[in-house]
Nanobody, 120 residues
Framework: QVQLVESGGGLVQPGGSLRLSCAAS????????MNWYRQAPGKERELVAA????????NYVDSVKGRFTISRDNAKMTVYLQMDSLKPEDTAVYYC?????????????WGQGTQVTVSA
């Protein structure tokens, strides 16, 4: 069974830090690009950070560049999102996503999400 389980969310003050983790199981993790999305109430889901299967290339939405860092440990089958200098506008549910195209088929897996709230 495919499973992605996020953890590490919580309530922090502006300027604080959190590290989100996403533990994967049931699929070939090292062959998948991994992504972090977030969705705030009443807003569209947005791609926050992405990392290639080998971890060699990362990309970020402009609003988090310089503050967030995505990384992965393929041996542990885990992807991380280090979030520093958090702002109230970072408040959202953060979702882990695994994505791969193989043999002309798309594979797209999602975690359950973890709440991040940034508030004074």
């Amino acid at each position: 069974q495919v499973q992605l389980v996020e953890s590490g969310g919580g309530l922090v003050q502006p300027g604080g830090s959190l590290r989100l983790s996403c533990a994967a199981s049931g699929f070939s993790f090292s062959k998948y690009a991994m992504n972090w999305y977030r969705q705030a109430p009443g807003k569209e889901r947005e791609l926050v950070a992405a990392i290639t299967s080998g971890g060699d290339i990362t990309n970020y939405v402009d609003s988090v560049k310089g503050r967030f860092t995505i990384s992965r440990d393929n041996a542990k089958m885990t992807v991380y999102l280090q979030m520093d200098s958090l702002k109230p506008e970072d408040t959202a549910v953060y979702y882990c996503n695994a994505r791969r195209t193989w043999d002309k088929r798309n594979f797209n897996y999602w975690g359950q999400g973890t709440q991040v709230t940034v508030s004074a």
